[in-house]
């Protein structure tokens, strides 16, 4: 995969993440501020780093099944990995103006 499919495959996964949401949150993973790292391998693969709001979060399990199953449905991915890491630990300044203005912080 040359660098313009991979730059448009990375793309793709940015609007599918928008489109992954915390049951108990109104607003998705990407603009809170979870997603840490979308590494695109040449070959397909994609590893996707990412936080939770709290470690001990109970919508954890669905909302990594949500983005693993979308992203796999996505044409040039070959597998996915979502990697779920505590450090850094989240906190409310990671989110982008539109999360924080959505749930009433600015």
């Not at 993440?17 to 809170?32: C, S, W």
């Not at 450090?87 to 924080?100: G, L």
Request: hydrophobic share 45%.
């Amino acid at each position: 995969m040359d660098n313009n499919n991979m730059l448009a495959l990375e793309e793709r996964i940015v609007t599918v993440l928008k489109t992954v949401y915390d049951p108990e949150i109104p607003v998705d993973v990407y603009n809170l501020g979870l997603i840490y790292d979308v590494d695109c391998g040449a070959d397909g693969t994609i590893v996707i780093t990412m936080t939770l709001t709290a470690p001990n979060c109970p919508m954890a399990d669905f909302i990594l099944e949500d983005i693993q199953q979308k992203i796999s449905a996505l044409d040039g991915v070959k597998s996915v990995e979502v990697k779920l890491v505590f450090e850094p630990e989240w906190d409310k300044d990671m989110m982008s103006e539109e999360a924080k203005l959505e749930l009433g912080l600015l």
